[in-house]
């Protein structure tokens, strides 16, 4: 198994991270345009593993993309983070064409790959993917889901005072500050529904609090966060080449689920070998469906940006 990670930087770095620790593969190319950058944090890598005891081989390089060739999955993080006060959506003028020249050279070498698209604004970033790539629409996926349903467990948890192990709980809708739904009414702790077991008070600001995940941990840090977003998207990636056929939410094209087409938005699927397998109906109230909607209006008038600016 060879699994390419483009863009070193903090989200790069800690998916390979993960990657290596979980030996998802024996070969690892983690690739950066910034000279030697992404060959010494390769090398650091490869220096924990005499401490932590694995053989994933990682090899670091600078825009070589010969050196990504026959990569089952590729993990797309380049490109540029927030800054405090910026929304997601922001990037885009920048990431744009990063994202775009980055899925044409890896498929110069690995056409038949699985793309997981990480930069931001995540979903017209998929979207891109999506148009520019000509690859099955199966084996295009966007993280976002994974961490925002992540992130709603650790707040759920907080209030609960449980462990975020035994809840389960989806995010779906868009990867934005205001686009994201958490799906309260579907989620549960062993079983039991947390709206039997929280306060409407409890609810809401639970759901506040994982919709703005994000942006408050930009604010504290000074950039966006890397350790969930990397553990969420190596997440992904072991779901797929495990074949483990774990339900995990995940910007993917819709084609009628959900009401939609022509679009990119975060839904349950389930992700096994081939790329996502199958999307998961809901069924979702008429509120959940309208909020649904009201992310793809949002959605769609970000990716009208790309057509608008010619990138598609
Ligand atoms: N979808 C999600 O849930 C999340 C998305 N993100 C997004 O991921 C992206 C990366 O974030 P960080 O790692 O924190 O940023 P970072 O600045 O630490 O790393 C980005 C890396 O991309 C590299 N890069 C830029 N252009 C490139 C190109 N053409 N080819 C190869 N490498 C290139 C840069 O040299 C840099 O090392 C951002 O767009 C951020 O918004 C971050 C967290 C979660
Ligand atoms: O907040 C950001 O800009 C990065 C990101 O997508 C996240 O951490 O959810």
């Known amino acids: 198994m060879k699994i390419t990670v483009v863009g070193a930087g903090a989200v790069g770095a800690t998916c390979a991270d993960n990657i290596a620790r979980k030996e998802l593969a024996e070969e690892l190319i ?24 694995f053989d994933t081989k990682i090899k670091g390089v600078t825009n070589d993309y010969a050196a990504t060739a026959d990569s089952e999955v590729v993990v797309i993080t380049s490109g540029l983070p927030r800054k405090p006060g910026m929304t997601r959506e922001e990037l885009i003028g920048t990431n744009a064409n990063i994202v775009k020249s980055v899925t044409e050279n890896i ?3 690995s056409p038949n790959t699985i793309i997981i698209v990480v930069s931001n604004p995540m979903d017209t970033m998929n979207y891109l993917t999506l148009k520019t790539s000509g690859l099955p629409k199966n084996r295009i996926l966007g993280m976002g889901g994974a961490l925002d349903s992540a ?4 707040y759920l948890s907080q209030e609960l005072g449980c462990s975020p192990a035994d809840l389960n709980a989806v995010v779906i809708g868009g990867h934005g500050d205001t686009t994201m739904i958490p799906l309260i009414n579907h989620a549960t702790w062993n079983s039991i529904p947390v709206t039997q077991l929280l306060s409407k008070e409890q609810q809401d600001k639970v759901v506040a609090a994982t919709m703005v995940g994000g942006a408050t941990l930009t604010k504290l840090i000074g950039t966006s966060a890397w350790y969930a977003p990397g553990a969420g998207t190596a997440a992904m990636v072991e779901s797929i080449v495990r074949d483990e056929k774990k339900l995990i ?23 096994g070998k081939g790329g996502f397998e199958k999307i998961l109906d809901f069924k979702l109230s008429d509120a959940e469906q309208a909020e649904f909607n009201k992310s793809a209006d949002a959605v769609r008038n970000m990716n009208q940006v790309l057509v608008d600016t010619g990138v598609i």
């Not at 910034?34 to 220096?47: L, Y």
């Not at 992130?151 to 650790?154: H, N, P, W």
């Not at 009401?259 to 938005?265: M, P």
Request: hydrophobic share 45%; charged share 25%.
């Open 249 to 271: 939410s995940c910007g993917v094209a819709l084609d009628g689920e959900y009401g939609q087409k022509d679009i990119s938005l975060v839904v349950p699927v389930i992700l």
């Open 107 to 109: 498929l110069k070498y």
């Open 151 to 154: 992130r709603f467990k650790y």
């Open 30 to 53: 983690l690739l950066d345009i910034r000279e030697g950058f992404a060959e010494g944090k390769a090398i650091d890598m490869m220096q924990t593993s005499a401490l932590l005891g």
